[in-house]
Nanobody, 128 residues
């Protein structure tokens, strides 16, 4: 079973940027659609960004479009999330997720229930 470990969270000033990484174990990473989600205190977990297994298709939540970038390196079993122009509303625990279900090279998944493997999460706090 694949395991995911996020890194790169921390305290960031408003207007700054973040760079998160998610390292996956296992040999099938290159066949999984991947996603980043976040959960703020007292709120439901929400989709942030997703990427197909080929890396050729991506999708973002509207609030992140234009200031976020998801990417992956299948040779390194790693998926990345970069975001800039951060605001306090970006404060949350950020989770990496893998969808191990079959998908086409262009499939991007955006719903929590479409992902079956989750990392432990990394806290991102944006100070004003």
């Amino acid at each position: 079973q694949v395991q995911l470990v996020e890194s790169g969270g921390g305290l960031v000033q408003a207007g700054g940027s973040l760079s998160l990484s998610c390292a996956a174990s296992g040999r099938s990473f290159g066949s999984y659609a991947m996603g980043w989600f976040r959960q703020a205190l007292g709120k439901e977990r929400e989709f942030v960004a997703g990427i197909s297994w080929s890396g050729g298709s991506t999708q973002y939540v509207d609030s992140v479009k234009g200031r976020g970038a998801i990417s992956r390196d299948n040779a390194k079993n790693t998926v990345y999330l970069q975001m800039n122009s951060l605001t306090p509303e970006d404060t949350a625990v950020y989770y990496c997720a893998a969808s191990t279900y079959y998908s086409s090279r262009s499939t991007v998944r955006s719903r929590v229930n479409q992902y079956d493997v989750w990392g432990q999460g990394t806290q991102v706090t944006v100070s004003s």
